[in-house]
């Protein structure tokens, strides 16, 4: 009995911690001829991730920008799909990452972003040097393996969103070729019959 209510401890200890873990992760929608930004204000030396992938809408690409507190670019990307970019802060101040759809005149995008800001905190009671007790090693390993099984189903469901996103509109182009391609038959088949009419009419 102690051995398993060690272990709901442990593991209720590792998912408080995950969805303690600070960063911004979110999905937004960015209009046709529009531009969003996020501000992150973000400690010289301090390592930062940032990661994003468009879901859904027209060729699935945005441009992305990076600035830091001077307004300088360090990063840029035109045209983008996904990608993932980390770099260490060199000055303290605000960092803006800024996702434009001003090529687009007509498509709107759904984008996800993952913006981290330096490293998870490491669990409490563990900072130490000191060895690991049993229950201490379970939590860490169930606390890693919560981050990585949330990595997992996050990256399923963009998969599985921009999926079925493709399936729509590969059905909506099909239905309106079959509609074009049935409405072309009708045109053919009562054009056959008004000739074979014109054949057989008195003249």
């Known amino acids: 009995m102690e051995v398993v209510i060690g272990w709901m401890f442990a593991f209720t200890w590792a998912m408080v911690l995950v969805l303690q873990c600070g960063g911004v992760e979110l999905t937004f929608e960015l209009p046709n001829s529009a531009k969003e930004c996020f501000h992150e204000i973000i400690e010289k030396g301090t390592e930062s991730t940032l990661q994003f992938q468009v879901v ?17 670019v360090f990063y840029k990307q035109i045209k983008k799909q996904y990608d993932s970019f980390q770099w260490t802060a060199e000055n303290t101040g605000e960092y803006v990452a800024c996702f434009s759809n001003e090529f687009s005149t007509f498509s709107h995008k759904l984008v996800y972003i993952d913006f981290q800001v330096g490293d998870e905190d490491s669990l409490p009671g563990l900072q130490n040097s000191q060895p690991l007790t049993q229950m201490e090693s379970s939590a860490r390993e169930n606390h890693v393996n919560l981050n990585a099984m949330s990595d997992y189903q996050t990256h399923h469901r963009l998969k599985e969103t921009q999926g079925r996103r493709r399936a729509q509109d590969l059905n909506e182009r099909i239905m309106i070729w079959s509609i074009c391609v049935t409405v072309a038959i009708f045109m053919v088949a009562f054009g056959q019959v008004f000739v074979l009419k014109s054949f057989f009419s008195e003249k």
């Open 56 to 72: 859904t809408g027209g060729e699935y690409d945005v441009d992305v920008t990076l600035t830091d507190p001077f307004r300088n």
